[in-house]
């Protein structure tokens, strides 16, 4: 079975500082991987996604991921966090191509403090 | 990326009544939708899986009779939530995939809070 566990619910930094939001997962297959950010009341927005290839994706807003296979991460990074960067991040995974649903974590809420 | 857009953004309705939720792909064709269910600081719940000209696929524990889900068209499914009660509120949000170069993709819609009272 697919499933992804991040073992924060909350994450504060402090702007300025480097940010990280962890994610494992666990699949049967190669997972393909994903970082979505949600703001109030809104759906969710696509950051980045990993396929296959570099390890380290680069995503919208200057986020970045690195895939590891050997630990099964895929930690979302930042070099220097920005208020505005405070919101609700999900990490999914899905198993292949196709019309396969994506399996959600339960979300980190990040804080930037000014 | 797509766009994917769903209406109303919020809803208020009375115990009872029905309410209608639609999900569009605006420049991609969808054959198919997902719909998620989201309860306050939790993460997304599927309830169905949509496809174009079949019936949905629904997860375990969710009423198919209570929420009603078409997808008539390539580029439009609605989730309709039948004899509302308060327990229904929450946030509903829908994915679409989009297949084209090869590779599937899910865009979500902005989300529609859904209140009963």
């Known amino acids: 079975a697919q499933s992804v566990a991040q073992p924060e619910d909350q994450v504060n930094v402090a702007e300025g500082n480097p940010l990280t939001v962890k994610c494992t997962y666990s699949?049967?297959?190669?997972?393909?991987l994903f970082w979505y950010v949600q703001y109030p009341n809104r759906g969710l927005q696509f950051l980045l996604k990993?396929?296959?290839?570099?390890?380290l994706v680069k995503g919208s807003y200057g986020f970045e991921a690195e895939f590891n296979k050997s630990q099964t991460s895929f930690h979302l990074k930042k070099p220097s966090a920005l208020v505005s960067d405070s919101a609700l991040y999900f990490c999914?995974?899905?198993?292949?191509?196709?019309?396969?649903?994506?399996?959600f974590g339960t979300g980190t809420r990040l804080t930037v403090i000014p | 990326g797509a766009v994917v857009s769903q209406h109303p953004s919020w809803v208020i309705c009375k115990s009872g009544t029905s309410v209608k939720i639609e999900c569009r792909s605006l420049?991609?064709?969808?054959?198919?939708m997902f719909w998620y269910r989201q309860f306050p600081k939790q993460s997304l719940m599927l309830m169905a899986t949509?496809?174009?000209?079949?019936?949905?696929?629904?997860e375990q524990g969710v009423e198919k009779d209570k929420f009603l889900i078409n997808h008539a068209s390539l580029t439009l499914s609605t989730l309709t939530v039948t004899s509302a009660h308060p327990e229904d509120s929450s946030f509903y949000i829908c994915?679409?995939?989009?297949?084209?170069?090869?590779?599937?993709?899910?865009?979500f819609g902005q989300g529609t809070r859904l209140t009963v009272v």
């Open positions: 990993y396929i296959t290839g570099d390890n």
């Open positions: 420049d991609f064709q969808a054959t198919t």
């Open positions: 994915s679409a995939l989009d297949g084209g170069g090869g590779f599937t993709e899910a865009f």
């Open positions: 999914a995974v899905r198993l292949g191509t196709g019309a396969n649903n994506l399996f």
């Open positions: 699949v049967s297959g190669n997972p393909y």
């Open positions: 949509s496809n174009e000209g079949s019936k949905a696929t629904y």
